[in-house]
């Protein structure tokens, strides 16, 4: 059975800085693609972060330069390292996994609970 438990998520300031992880079972993060999306109330679910097997990478304007999507192998493990947070980051943060490279919600299979992440001014 496949599934995806986010943790890492918290309170932090603005400016300040956090790692949100996905551990995943029932199936290999090397083998598939994985990304990370987010969604505040009232906001549609934002596509933020992605990876493909090989390690490349592919993040919406809204974070690129601030955020890193990475993963581990080893550890079946999926991060993304927040840095220089602002209020409008706050949000709740999903792992996802699916056979497409892209930023697009519909087009991941498996998802996550979701880990809140409050950042205050």
């Known amino acids: 059975q496949v599934q995806l438990v986010e943790s890492g998520g918290g309170s932090v300031q603005a400016g300040g800085a956090l790692r949100v992880s996905c551990a995943a079972s029932g199936y290999a993060v090397s083998s598939v693609y994985m990304g990370w999306f987010r969604q505040a109330p009232g906001k549609e679910r934002e596509g933020i972060a992605s990876?493909?097997?090989?390690?490349?990478?592919l993040y919406a304007d809204s974070v690129k330069g601030r955020f890193t999507i990475s993963k581990d192998n080893a550890k079946n493990t999926l991060y993304l390292e927040m840095n220089s947070l602002k209020p409008e980051d706050t949000a709740m943060y999903y792992c996802a996994a699916g056979y497409i490279f892209t930023l697009r919600s519909p087009d991941y299979i498996y998802w996550g609970q979701g880990t809140q992440v409050t950042v205050s001014s």
């Open positions: 990876i493909d097997r090989f390690g490349t990478t």
